[in-house]
């Protein structure tokens, strides 16, 4: 799979790939590419942001920027490109495990007040959101799906440990059942017997009727 991002500060990304899942896939199930909005800004200085029209605080970066971004990357023939966004659709398991089979999907990350709302109308197929806030840092959401996506790949994680993933269709679509590990007891709180029975088959029913 081919992922890009564009971003104004590719060099945030160095951590992630030095992580699993990412690290464990990357330059390999994996091709992810960073492009920064000012190495193909067309204003002066590397500016690629500016005030709002109708006044407000913060700074919006603009289309003219953007379009330049994904024309020197992609000419006219863009991937599928989504703008990560508050208003955005909600990140779901569903549409990671969509993405994760896609074979070239490009993100565009923003700063303070987010996109000229062009950008989103015209130049990106699809808006995501992580959650209804706002954040300092817009590489965050792009950071959250790349690991998203990453996990979803052929030999990201060890054998077996994406048998039961939260949102599974063998959760019936839960976000996970409960964990418990040692100690069996403290203070007084126990783990619940059935998983120290050793019966597997009252385990996963344990589990099934206990998904939240």
């Avoid at 029209?53 to 992609?74: Q, S």
């Avoid at 996990?151 to 077996?160: N, Q």
């Avoid at 964990?179 to 403290?186: G, Q, S």
């Amino acid at each position: 799979m081919q992922l890009d991002v564009f971003t104004l500060v590719p060099h945030a990304f160095a951590w992630l790939t030095e992580q699993r899942p990412v690290a464990t896939v990357l330059g390999g199930e994996l091709d992810l590419r960073l492009f920064s909005y000012r190495e193909t800004t067309p204003l002066r200085n590397g500016q690629v942001d500016d005030d709002p029209y109708g006044g407000g605080a913060g700074m919006v970066l603009r289309v003219d920027v953007v379009a330049a971004a994904l024309a020197a990357a992609y000419g006219d023939r863009p991937p599928r490109v989504i703008a990560l966004s508050p208003q955005g659709r909600q990140l779901t398991q569903e549409i990671v495990e969509e993405l994760a089979v896609a074979e070239h999907v490009a993100l565009l990350s923003a700063r303070f007040e987010g996109f000229d709302e062009r950008i989103v109308q015209h130049l990106a197929t699809d808006a995501l959101s992580i959650g209804p806030y706002v954040l300092s840092n817009g590489d965050l959401p792009a950071m959250v799906l790349v690991d998203a996506i990453a996990r979803r790949l052929p030999g990201a994680l060890s054998e077996g440990s994406g048998e039961l993933e939260s949102f599974s269709d063998q959760l019936g679509g839960g976000l996970e059942y409960p964990h418990y590990t040692r100690p069996a007891e403290f203070r007084g709180w126990r783990v619940p017997d059935v998983l120290l029975s050793g019966d597997h088959a009252r385990i996963e029913s344990w589990r099934k009727e206990h998904v939240r």
